[in-house]
């Protein structure tokens, strides 16, 4: 029945390698743990899983700072280990994205290696951007690293190398032949292996321009790019589009070259889905154009507010923007780069919002741990590990919350998630989350989920448009409610805390919390809750 594509309206699963199950007991998690939890996975009802990286790195940013790309790190396994996890998901009829990082190396890889020794002026240094200091000895521009501080870091001989991240991370110079030819070879070496695709990390930052040149208002730039900084949106905007190193034209021809790569592959469907942060929202459309990649997150749900209006304008802005270029946007609530939903909007909103997504059209990128309501960790300074907390003196306390392991049984921490010590702490107050808890009790979040995912696949995958039938500029009964009308479905989201009377009839197929009442045509849907209803 499904003519289109598998990626297009597809649900992927984000594995955070480290966190989801350790099989050896060194506290990590790792890849045959992966492997051997896939039949969770399938059970979900999710198409894919997306593995964020497990590539041989000193792990300075969780994996991000890649030594080698083609080549497994021994605390996740080994190759053999990443190709045994590929051929069981296929079994199972899962797809698999892996993680590719163009932006930078790790200051490990050989190449950074051979650069420092080459020195200045040499072959190897051009493969990143190594200047000479200016002459009163500042770095060659005023740019501030995504992570806090300087984005250039010297080197014994004077020279400064530049890394939009930590200093573990030099960025890679793409205007370099031998950038170009390696990352081919990366991206073959894993779709050989079996991988169906790639999210690409910082996909819209591979080229920069003005490299010698200081940018008027760096710390506004800094401010501007940092969603948790308030800041006036007029201010914010107009500075975005100024970035020197982000969304500029030449990444699209090398996703053009990638395309053609992917397209090589044929029958395959190989997919990419880029992490492109881009202002004004229209540009992220350029990222999924037909010759270009498939498709762009969109992050405008990480972080708003559990408000009508403004999740209407969100969700509405995002499908009209995607259909202009026929194509459909991406949901997601939580990543391992952002707070978990449940702690940002709270557990019960935070189902009602799940349910809601999850029927609207597109792909939806479930983050592992959302699916059992899990919330941030409660992390103690000296167990934090991101970078942008050692970066910013503690100033910002990172995102290691969101990155804890998962609760799978058992009365007390870690949950089985390890037979030793959990890299970061769980907490002891998760002992109703488990999947094991979960899974018997049919009011839980793991089973709300595991039954939209079906229901989806069953009533509204390829379906059709959204109709809007309650929001701010549709004659919306209250402020607190939004429905649309998808194929045979209705869907209901009431965000008050009061329950709402719709005058609507049909087979109530699930609802995200409370008891539905409906009679003579007329359906009461609980306070803070989604419903889906069958005509
Ligand atoms: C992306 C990743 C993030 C990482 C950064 C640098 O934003 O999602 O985790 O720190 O890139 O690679
Ligand atoms: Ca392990």
Redesign the pocket.
Known sequence: MKSSPWWKEATIYQIYPRSYF?????????LP?ITSKLEYVKSLGVDAIWLSPFYTSPNKDGGYDVANPRDVDP?FGNLADAKQMIDVAHELDLRVLVDIVPNHFSDQHVWFQEALKAGRGSLERARFHFYDANTDGTPPNNWISLFGGPSWTQVEDGQFYLHLFDSSQPDLNWDNPDVDEDFEKTLRFWLDLGADGFRIDVAHGLVKEDVLKDHPDPQGLSDALRLDMPMDPERRYALLPTVPYFDRQGVHEIYRKWRAIFNSYGSRDVMAVAEAWVHPPVNATRYVRPDELHQVFNFDLLDASFNAEQLYRLMSGALDLMKSVEALPTWALSNHDSPRVASRIGEIESRALALFVLALPGSCYVFAGQELGLPDGVIPDESRQDPIYFRTKGAQKGRDGARVPLPWNGETAPFGFTSGSPWLPLQDSWKELTVEKQESDPKSVLNLYRNALNLRAEHLVNNGEVEWIESPTHGSKSESLLAFKRGNVSVYMNLANSPVEVQVSGKLLVVSAGTVDGRDGKVTIPPVSTLWLHH
């Open positions: 350790d099989s050896n007991g060194d506290g990590e998690g790792d743990g605390r």
